[in-house]
């Protein structure tokens, strides 16, 4: 019978110092009922609580961990190993073997003691690593950030269109009272009081696809801050014509110089490089020393010892092993190298349709603006001609749809134009 109890103690551990603070269910921090949000709270909200970035920051953890992981090579490993057993050998019909005990108790000591750089080569791909989580974590923070954006001024626009839909509801409201006073004095037909009540439905109908549309909008803005079930709050915004000042070369620039996942590729891309290099020390040998001190025998008193060593170790024939690590290596480089042309290929085009985007909803917000005022005027002559009994229904039914339409055109484009100056900035890596 053997029975062995063996007991390791690390010496060195590595220490976490970044913690993550449970924000999704502090009390007191959540958006509160009938609070007024503008663009800045709604990003700050995002931020705090989406669980996309929540996980981005983890992985960063465990960058962090790695690095003191492959660090540990640098310190001695201490072991500390007790053991017992108790044997009782064969026996013949001639000899009687007695059993006996065995006691061992060890403290053993190695240390790297030179590795031609591969501990510190394989610290600085952990740190590489490390730092290209922290460009995707800005990433990440700033495709939230546009998300809000987004989110936002979809739902300031749904609110001016239900604002539009509520007034064109008046207004065709008001016409219908005045085809039935008509009507009652013989003045008009009943083809207007039926058309008017016609108008008067459409536009109802408008109005609830716009509060539908608004409720929506709302679920959207609520899951970009990434809190689903949140009480009603209120959005304080409004829309103004406005212009932002940047050219396309500059925009480039820019995008070239700050763009996180720009900055988290080359990270990689220098990662790979110090990983051939660390493939390549596989052909060199390295020291390492040793040192034990213990106790032992079969009864107590036990005896004491200890031994002191080195060992170079020479990689003579691996199967290859090594060629083919480095051959990996350099692929996983071209990789790597590659996909950054790509992303270089595809934030250029980023930027570009961005650019587009913004001049095009400036263009047509100075359009939509112009057609407001005229589609007003147009009102005041139709219900005006009307008035005067001088007018039919079809041209002030004709003018109140044109001017809901210019309106919602308008708010569209102020819209668009919010949006695209957030996509450009999405674009270039500012936030």
């Known amino acids: 019978m053997i029975m062995k109890i063996k007991f390791q103690l690390i010496a060195f551990l590595p220490m976490l110092i970044v913690f ?24 700050e909200t995002a931020l705090l609580y989406h669980p996309v970035i929540q ?5 960063i953890r465990i960058g962090e961990s790695r690095i003191g992981q492959a660090r540990a090579n640098y310190y001695p490993q201490v072991n500390w190993q007790t053991e017992y057993s108790r044997t009782h050998p064969a026996t013949s019909r001639v000899v009687e073997q007695k059993t006996y005990n065995d006691y061992r108790i060890n403290v053993g000591l190695n240390q790297m003691l030179y590795d031609f750089g591969k501990t510190k080569t394989q610290v600085d791909i952990q740190k590489l690593n490390t730092e290209s989580s922290r460009q995707d974590l800005s990433r990440v923070e700033t495709e939230i950030v546009f998300g809000v954006q987004q989110a936002y001024y979809s739902l300031v626009q749904a609110q001016k269109n239900l604002e539009v839909a509520i007034e064109t509801v008046s207004q065709f409201q008001h016409h219908l009272e005045q085809a039935k006073g008509f009507f009652e004095a013989g003045a008009k037909p009943k083809f207007d009081v039926t058309k008017a009540e016609v108008d008067l439905s459409n536009a109802i109908l408008n109005r609830i696809r716009a509060e539908n549309a608004l409720r929506i909008t709302r679920v959207n803005l609520n899951n970009a801050m990434g809190i689903p079930d949140i009480p009603e709050y209120v959005i304080d915004e409004t829309l103004l014509p406005e212009t932002y000042a940047i050219d396309l070369p500059s925009a480039l620039e820019k995008a070239y110089a700050v763009r996180p996942d720009l900055q988290s590729v080359k990270k990689q891309v220098e990662a790979a490089e110090a990983a051939v290099n660390l493939a390549k020390k596989g052909y060199y040998p390295y020291l390492t020393g040793n040192a034990g001190y213990g106790f032992g025998g079969g009864d107590f008193p036990l005896g004491e010892g200890w031994n002191v060593g080195a060992a170079l170790n020479v990689p003579v024939f691996n199967g290859l092993e090594t060629r083919y690590s480095v051959e990996e290596a350099r692929a996983s480089l071209d990789v790597v190298k590659a996909q950054e042309q790509t992303l270089l290929q595809q934030v250029r085009l980023e930027v570009e349709e961005a650019f587009s985007n913004l001049r095009e909803a400036e263009e047509r917000t100075v359009a939509a603006q112009m057609a407001v ?24 039914t004709d003018a109140l749809v044109s001017l809901s339409n210019a309106r919602t055109n308008y708010i569209a484009a102020l819209t668009d134009a919010r949006i695209a100056r957030a996509e450009l900035e999405k674009a270039t890596g500012l936030r």
């Not at 993550?20 to 709604?42: H, M, Y």
């Not at 996980?55 to 992985?59: E, I, K, M, Q």
């Not at 005041?380 to 039919?392: M, P």
């Open 373 to 396: 005022r005229q589609a007003e005027e147009n009102v005041e002559l139709a219900t005006g001609r009307y008035d005067a009994g001088v007018g039919n229904p079809i041209e002030v």
């Open 20 to 43: 993550l603070p449970l924000l999704a269910g502090a009390e007191g921090t959540v958006i509160q009922k009938g609070e007024r949000l503008n663009l800045k709270r709604c990003i």
């Open 55 to 59: 996980a981005a920051r983890s992985t």
